[in-house]
T-cell receptor
């Protein structure tokens, strides 16, 4: 019940395309859903986060869509660029404030 | 403001040995969390310390332990190392408030031979 399932494991998209990464959870106590971006040799960095009282949040080219009834949320990257190539992690926390991460998606944007 | 600092960056140990990793959080952050990152399992939560007390714990064996000092710096210890402990160990700090964002260091790469 503490798991966050993330898919796909890896993704290759042409420059300008819209990669979509999906996550699902089961614990209804989760109330905070951040996404982290990690470049090789670096630690993850917070990209964008959403709470379940909204269905969508945009920050620049990054959008989170949230479906509370389905217990799913996804990250969309508009007009993707080669510099967006990184590993992306979804996460969830709530109740005990412990942050649980998905297993990550390696995204590669072709120039 | 200086970021989260982890030392050392790389470490090579032999099976059966023990190791201590160090983490200096961002100034003013009272919470420090530790994560193990491996290619197959992603980021797995080890434990979180807040004001020198362990606040949360993941599902790792007792060989993994940690502590936090009064200046919020933290150390993680792994005893009786196993080959499977080879991983990137990440430390993250946050202010400690409800759902405050994690700020990660660049990790310590531990290789057990």
């Amino acid at each position: 019940q503490q798991q966050v399932k993330q898919s796909p494991q890896s993704l290759i998209v042409q420059k300008g395309g819209i990669p979509i990464i999906n996550c699902a959870y089961e614990n209804t106590a989760f109330d905070y859903f951040p996404w982290y971006q990690q470049f090789p040799g670096k630690g993850p960095a917070l990209l964008i986060a959403i709470r379940p009282d909204v269905s969508e949040k945009k920050e620049g080219r990054f959008t989170i869509s949230f479906n509370k009834s389905a217990k799913q949320f996804s990250l969309h990257i508009m007009d993707s660029q080669p510099g967006d190539s990184a590993t992306y992690f979804c996460a969830a926390s709530g109740g005990d404030d412990k942050i649980i991460f998905g297993k990550g998606t390696r995204l590669h944007i072709l120039p | 403001k200086a970021g989260v600092t982890q030392t050392p960056r790389y470490l090579i140990k032999t099976r059966g040995q023990q190791v201590t990793l160090s983490c200096s959080p961002i100034s003013g952050h009272r919470s420090v969390s530790w994560y193990q990152q491996t290619p197959g399992q992603g980021l797995q939560f080890l434990f979180e310390y807040f004001s020198e007390t362990q606040r949360n714990k993941g599902n790792f064996p007792g060989r993994f332990s940690g502590r936090q000092f009064s200046n919020s710096r933290s150390e993680m210890n792994v005893s009786t190392l196993e080959l499977g402990d080879s991983a990137l160990y990440l430390c993250a700090s946050r202010t400690g408030g409800d759902n405050s964002p994690l700020h990660f260091g660049n990790g310590t790469r531990l290789t057990v031979t």
